[in-house]
């Protein structure tokens, strides 16, 4: 927390680059370009997470600025990411504009209604994102990563996991970045870096003490769901484990 709020999403971003949270200008400038007030309506502009349904928040806007300082340098014109547990998509939106036309941003949401409110935030300020396919939302279990966009420049992880997904790190170029809070729910988390050498080998590095909601299976996260479809609201509605293109649904809004 930088005990940052403002009246506006300028104001939030000024307090944060003046508290040192904000450090590159390159973070600085997309930052400024998402403004956090299409992603949450309640109190977007103050530094805190907000709750967004289904258990889970978005998180807050510094952890977002810190997770874009640690994968700058991954984060250049041409680069290609995964964004893992998406949510309101703020972070995605933020990579996707970092990495430019040439690059390629792919966010995975395990719970759809989170998925298409993704797909509404984004589209109401930056539609040219998932028109011209800069950027693409899937929904799916993140753990797996998304193989057939593999090797990736960077990961980010938006939520919590006592280790790494194998998955993620097969599926990260040697010299890419994954920046993700490891560690048990219950709290002493660490977001970490873990660098991939040119070896294989993969170097981590604790970075700030903090608290995310799991990476976990979705019944766990919304039980509520699981009850629905039990009292047959649903009846073969299985969330597909792997997100496959009839379920890439960056077009669907428009
Ligand atoms: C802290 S929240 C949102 C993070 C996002 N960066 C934001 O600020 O809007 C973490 C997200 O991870 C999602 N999530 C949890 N477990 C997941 C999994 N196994 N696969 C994909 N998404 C998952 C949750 O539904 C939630 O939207």
């Known amino acids: ?5 403002g009246n506006s999403h300028d104001e939030l971003i000024t307090c944060m680059k003046e508290h040192g949270v904000i450090r590159s200008s390159r973070v600085e400038s997309v930052m400024r370009i998402v403004d956090r007030g299409h992603y949450t309506k309640t109190n977007p502009y103050v ?3 907000q709750s967004i349904g289904y258990n889970v928040v978005i998180s807050a806007p510094h952890l977002h600025a810190r997770a874009l300082e640690y994968l700058q340098d991954h984060l250049h014109e041409g680069s290609k990411c995964l964004d893992i547990g998406s949510g309101t998509g703020y972070v995605a939106a933020c990579m996707a504009l970092m990495v430019g036309n040439t690059g390629k ?4 949401e395990h719970m759809e209604e989170l998925l298409q409110s993704s797909i509404d935030n984004i589209s109401s300020g930056h539609p040219h994102l998932l028109s011209n396919g800069t950027l693409e939302l899937m929904l799916g279990d993140g753990r797996h990563g998304f193989l057939d ?6 990961i980010h992880v938006g939520a919590s996991s ?3 997904p194998q998955a993620l790190v097969d599926q990260l170029k040697p010299g890419g970045r994954i920046i993700m809070p490891i560690g048990p729910y219950e709290g002493g988390q660490q977001l970490e870096q873990l660098d991939k050498l040119s070896t294989g080998i993969v170097l981590r590095k604790p970075l700030l003490a903090v608290r995310y909601v799991p990476l976990t299976d979705q019944h766990k996260q919304w039980p509520e769901q699981q009850q629905q479809k039990q009292n047959g609201h649903h009846d073969d509605e299985q969330v597909q484990k792997y997100p496959s293109s009839d379920k890439m649904l960056q077009r669907k809004s428009f």
């Open 149 to 154: 966009g593999a090797p990736y420049d960077c």
């Open 105 to 108: 941003v792919i966010g995975i």
């Open 162 to 164: 006592p280790s790494v």
């Open 47 to 49: 530094d805190a997470p």
């Open 1 to 5: 927390m930088s005990w940052c709020w």
